[in-house]
């Protein structure tokens, strides 16, 4: 099992190297799921993290089968509660105050919390969407999550006793035998099928949400990537083209990455809050 490094153990050379790196600016962050759980957002591969006991949502299987919806609204409805009222950690505030001096030009995010402008980041593309929005997959109307979720517990009163665990992505544990008893709700517009806004796990990235990641990635003269083990290509594909390009690159994480073969500048074994609120400090950076 990974161990999290103390703050002895986490290797100064590599935050002197980040810490030059960022102090040059022009850098754009890819961030993922390790940059919230400072939150108290779990992810779903970090250190130590135990095996989740079912898998998350599939793209395919939401789309098609009514079981699989209702299994993700009555966990989300648990899920929500919690992951709502998340708030932005160290390494939110330390990016948001990067991104004010010019060091960073903006952040890709993999990450639907919103964290990243509750912070005070201007410039953020959420590859994978955000879960404060909701959509009809029949007539295209747009609800706020938080609005939906009122609704929710309405049809579905004393739901929220029921929980019993946070997973990642605002899902919750919820025993099966509960599933029949959940009340589902529709479109206010047309009474149609409601879906998150966000990329479930085999779907992909909309070419507009791309084409603006890959607008601020050429503005860069480095990629950072914090909080992410680059296990998915969404956002794998940045490190892969930094390294083509021969774009100067770091990695912030605990456990290993999909990129520590294409040998970044500095390599950073620490949590996200603790390396980046570092490198703050060392610039003469405050956090907000």
């Known amino acids: 099992m990974l161990t999290v490094p103390s703050a002895a153990q986490v290797d100064e050379g590599a935050l ?8 040059e600016g022009g850098c754009v962050v890819l961030t993922g799921a390790g940059c919230s759980t400072e939150s108290g957002i779990p992810d779903y591969r970090g250190a130590g993290r135990p095996a989740r006991p079912s898998s998350p949502i599939q793209h395919g299987a939401f789309l098609r089968d009514p079981m699989v919806r209702r299994r993700y609204w009555a966990r989300a409805t648990l899920g929500w509660e919690r992951f709502s009222k998340a708030r932005p950690n160290r ?7 990067l991104e004010r001096t010019g060091a960073v030009t903006g952040v890709i995010t993999q990450n639907v919390d919103r964290l990243h402008q509750a ?17 009809c997959l029949d ?18 009163p004393g739901w929220l ?9 605002g899902d ?19 009474g149609g099928t409601l879906k998150p806004e966000v990329v479930f796990f085999g779907g992909s990235v909309a070419p507009p949400v791309l084409a603006s990641a890959w607008q601020l990635f050429g503005e860069a003269t480095a990629l950072l990537v914090v909080g992410s083990s680059l296990a998915v290509f969404s956002g794998f594909r940045f490190a892969r083209r930094a390294a083509e390009v021969g774009l100067r690159m770091a990695i912030v994480n605990i456990g290993p990455t999909r990129a520590d073969q294409l040998a970044p500048l500095a390599r950073v074994h620490a949590p996200a809050g603790k390396a980046l609120s570092a490198v703050a400090e060392r610039l003469g950076i405050a956090l907000d």
């Not at 006793?161 to 992505?169: E, F, K």
């Not at 919750?172 to 047309?190: I, K, S, T």
């Open 16 to 23: 002197e190297r980040l810490t030059a790196l960022l102090e």
């Open 91 to 97: 390494a939110h505030r330390a990016l948001a105050a």
């Open 119 to 135: 912070a005070g980041s201007a410039r953020v593309v959420e590859l994978h969407g955000a879960l404060a929005d909701v959509i």
């Open 139 to 156: 007539c295209g109307a747009r609800e706020l999550r938080a609005t939906l979720q009122e609704r929710l517990l309405v049809e579905n």
């Open 161 to 169: 006793r029921l929980a019993a665990g946070t997973n990642p992505d």
């Open 172 to 190: 919750a544990d919820l025993a099966a035998e509960h599933l029949a008893d959940f009340r589902m709700v529709g479109c206010r517009a047309c």
